[in-house]
């Protein structure tokens, strides 16, 4: 028992009290574009991103936009860059319900606001179930939806809960580049949910496929027929982006 107490001590509270405000250290979270122009002709970022998340447009002022649907925050852009232009913070609110809000640039520096939804707060603000369904990923965005219920985030405190079944579940937490293999499966859960019900897309890979969009195996008309309620992206993507990001949809307060 001693020795039980002594780890217990040594280890501190790993509960987070205050979710809302928590910021991880050392996360590399929200790019950030300076508005110093780009040294002439240079592709150095763009070429190395392995998801083509950057986008240049030497047109406009604004020559630098990142995706964070398809950036799986590897940071490799920021130290090629010879004018210093590409940075990331630790923000870990990175979450939006529209695509195009997930693309910041320096004239758009932050990622649109999420707008409380009235309807999903009526329905699912006191108590939200949904259904984790892996469609082809590697399991990091996976052990990261795992993480939502344990000791440090306990997202069951708000109501929220993963379950066993679609057919128990509010919605489907997406997580993977959505392949052929699990195109049948994906579309089988999703039916089997009631209605109303929400589609999350957990990860780049979810959002857009990644570092693996390009590939031929991917089968994707689904995330075209049902656009997601709501965009978490990361690589994996983090348990406080989705927790902020959820809340923030169903208004509620922390």
Not at 116 to 136: D, I, T
Not at 203 to 225: H, K, N, P, Y
Request: charged letters at 15%; hydrophobic letters at 45%; glycine letters at 8%.
């Amino acid at each position: 028992m001693f020795q039980t107490l002594a780890v217990r001590k040594s280890q501190g509270t790993q509960y987070i009290a205050d979710l809302r405000a928590a910021q991880p250290s050392g996360f590399r979270g929200k790019p950030v574009i300076a508005t110093d122009a780009c040294a002439p002709n240079c592709r150095a970022c763009a070429d190395i991103c392995p998801s083509n998340a950057i986008q240049l447009n030497a047109s406009t002022a604004d020559a630098v936009a990142i995706d964070l649907g398809r950036c799986v925050l590897c940071g490799d852009c920021a130290p090629v860059c010879p004018s210093q232009k590409i940075s990331f913070n630790n923000d870990v609110k990175l979450c939006a319900t529209t695509r195009r809000g997930l693309v910041v640039s320096a004239a758009h520096p932050n990622i649109d606001p999420i707008a409380v939804s009235a309807a999903l707060k009526k329905r699912f603000g006191r108590s939200l179930k949904l259904r984790s369904v892996s469609a082809g990923g590697c399991n990091g965005c996976e052990m990261e939806v795992n993480a939502w219920g344990n000791v440090n985030f306990d997202i069951g405190r708000y109501g929220i809960d993963l379950v066993a079944s679609p057919r128990h579940a509010d919605g489907i937490v997406l997580t993977g580049v959505v392949n052929r293999n699990m195109m049948d499966a994906l579309q089988i859960a999703w039916q089997a949910v009631p209605e109303p019900k929400l589609l999350i897309a957990v990860g780049a890979c979810a959002i857009s496929g990644g570092v693996f969009a390009e590939s031929e195996t991917l089968a994707r008309e689904f995330m075209d027929q049902y656009p997601p309620t709501l965009y978490v992206p990361g690589c994996p993507a983090h348990p406080l982006t989705f927790i902020s990001g959820i809340m923030d949809l169903l208004g509620i307060a922390g």
